[in-house]
């Protein structure tokens, strides 16, 4: 599948205007992106990963028109909304495990107040 997408955005650039070149490498590191977040747990149940997810199928739309420069622009901003999400579940987990830390601190503390 990624390799007809790739064939078809080369095939796509070939036939482009010359003054907006086909956004592949923008295209390629978004798609890294949006497979980074849904690596550390982005879902479409977050906001920022639906409008990453909605805004990358829409470059990818454009490049398939040979709108190059809408297919730019929309993939830089499925990039950031992308980032944002991972960014979320980074902190949402970490408040998380802060949580669990600061818990064990307070038992044994309370175990250590117990002490003769």
Known sequence: MRHLLLLG??????SGCASDPAPLEQ????????????AVGATPALEEMRQA?????????????????RARQFA???????RLAE????????????????????RVRQQLGTLP
């Open 87 to 106: 960014a979320k579940v980074l902190t949402a987990k970490s408040e998380q495990e802060l949580k669990q830390i600061n818990l064990r601190i307070k």
């Open 76 to 82: 830089e901003q499925a990039e950031l909304d992308a």
């Open 27 to 38: 295209m390629r590191l978004t798609e890294q992106t949006l497979d980074q977040a849904r």
């Open 9 to 14: 955005l080369l095939a796509a650039s070939l």
């Open 53 to 69: 997810e909605a805004k990358f199928a829409r470059a990818q739309k454009n490049m398939g028109e040979a709108d190059y420069k």
